[in-house]
């Protein structure tokens, strides 16, 4: 079943501001993570991604932090821009069968909105 | 060039009706993905294929059923519609199974 899922569904920033979006998985063997934007009439779009070995990672005003004591997992974006404005979804790859194919379950979004 | 397109982007179909949805990628992956995103922007994995062959099948009503003609295409059909099945359906794909997936933009399905 899903395990992951997220701690707001809305988000207001002002342009400019940091935003932080967090998401909680209850999977101890998910061993892959992926942040994904989806704009409004659009399919998710690959943002940031992080493995398990890793606690923190960065991409062009995004940063992806893991920490696996608490099976949690955040979104920083800096700088936060109008075009920012979609629904960001966490997603954990839970492998179980130590194969490469691996499967995406998703948390249940949460909407940012950024106003100028 | 689109990556992974879908076709049809908006479906209306009264129930009991027999709908397919198509979905071709020209990214050379060879597991393409059919997810659903219900009005609450869940989304959720439906079935998966490796080339050709079905790898993932949720739980999911046999009124869906899969088709992959080769590994360029996932094709979606799904018999007696029902009201619940009203939803946006996605098409993804990926290299070798892995996470980094690629979807397609959505197909809207409103059944009346």
């Known amino acids: 079943g899903e395990s992951v899922g997220l701690h707001l569904p809305t988000l207001s920033v002002q342009e400019g501001d940091n935003s932080i979006i967090n998401c909680a998985y209850s999977n101890s063997a998910s061993d892959y993570f992926i942040w994904y934007k989806q704009e409004s009439g659009k399919g998710p779009q690959f943002i940031i991604d992080i493995r398990s070995n890793m606690d923190k990672r960065q991409g062009q005003r995004v940063t992806v932090l893991l920490n696996k004591t608490v099976k949690h997992l955040s979104l920083q974006i800096a700088a936060t821009q109008p075009g920012d404005s979609a629904v960001y979804f966490c997603a954990e790859n839970m492998d179980d069968r130590g194969s490469t194919l691996g499967r995406l379950y998703f948390g249940r979004g949460t909407q940012l909105t950024v106003w100028p | 060039d689109t990556a992974v397109s879908q076709t049809p982007k908006y479906l209306v179909t009264q129930m009991g009706n027999d709908k397919s949805i198509k979905c071709e990628q020209n990214l050379g992956h060879d597991t393409m993905y059919w997810y659903k995103q219900d009005s609450k922007k869940f989304l959720k994995i439906m079935f998966s294929y490796n080339n050709k062959e079905l790898i993932i099948n949720e739980t999911v009503p046999n009124r869906f059923s899969p088709k992959s003609p080769d590994k360029a295409h996932l094709n979606l059909h799904i018999n007696s519609l029902e009201l619940g099945d009203s939803a946006v359906y996605f098409c993804?794909?990926?290299?070798?199974?892995?996470?980094?997936?690629?979807f397609g933009s959505g197909t809207r399905l409103t059944v009346v």
């Open positions: 993804a794909s990926s290299q070798d199974g892995g996470p980094g997936y690629t």
